[in-house]
Every structure is written in structure tokens, then in C-alpha cells.
């Protein structure tokens, strides 16, 4: 069996940064979303990208995990979490779109 080498805490930080990135796109669709111009609403989309990307190199990651068990617990929960709200207002709002195309309400 190879030996490999433990990742590095660089790569071991990033999944906690993507995902704090992702609240932060999620945060400027909020604030856009509910503000006049509405400039911002299509950032919605990247904050699900940052997860899964985040979530992906978690689990490259996984090997050295024991060496930064918190780091990489804490960038995998909130990438996830942050992944689980994009994804779902993602959902809210194709369900509100169809509903208001079929002429019907929830």
C-alpha cells in the first residue's frame, strides 16, 4: 500500500471557506430578493455550487481528517447545511414559478 501524504491545512481550510461563502451568496439573494433594483437574485445558483464543491473535497480530504478533526468537521457540516438551504430555496421558488405559471397558488 502507498503511502500518502496527509493533505495540507490549506486544502483542509477550504471546504470551511466555500461553505462560508455560500451563506454569504445566500445572504446577498435575501437581501436582494427583498430590495428595489434586484440585481443580485441569480446568485442564488453559485451558493450551491460552493457547497458541493466544498462537500467534494471533504471527502477527497477524508484521509486527514485526524489531523484537523474539528477543521474538517466544521467545513463539511456547513457546507452541507449550507448546500441543504440553497437547494431548497431553489426548490420554493420553481414551485412558486409553476404555480404561478399554471395560474394556481400552493
Not at 471546504?15 to 428595489?36: C, D
Not at 477543521?71 to 457546507?79: E, F, N
Amino acid at each position: 500500500m502507498k503511502y500518502r501524504k496527509p493533505a495540507s491545512k490549506k486544502l483542509m481550510l477550504l471546504p470551511l471557506i466555500l461553505g462560508i461563502s455560500s451563506f454569504f451568496t445566500f445572504a446577498l439573494y435575501y437581501y436582494s430578493a427583498n430590495h428595489a433594483p434586484y440585481a443580485y437574485t441569480d446568485i442564488i445558483i453559485v451558493g450551491p455550487i460552493l457547497s458541493f464543491i466544498g462537500v467534494i473535497i471533504s471527502i477527497v480530504t477524508r484521509k486527514s481528517r485526524k489531523l484537523y478533526p474539528t477543521l474538517w468537521t466544521s467545513g463539511l457540516v456547513i457546507c452541507l447545511f449550507g448546500f441543504i438551504i440553497c437547494v431548497l430555496i431553489i426548490v420554493l421558488l420553481i414551485m412558486i414559478m409553476a404555480a404561478a405559471f399554471n395560474g394556481t397558488w400552493l
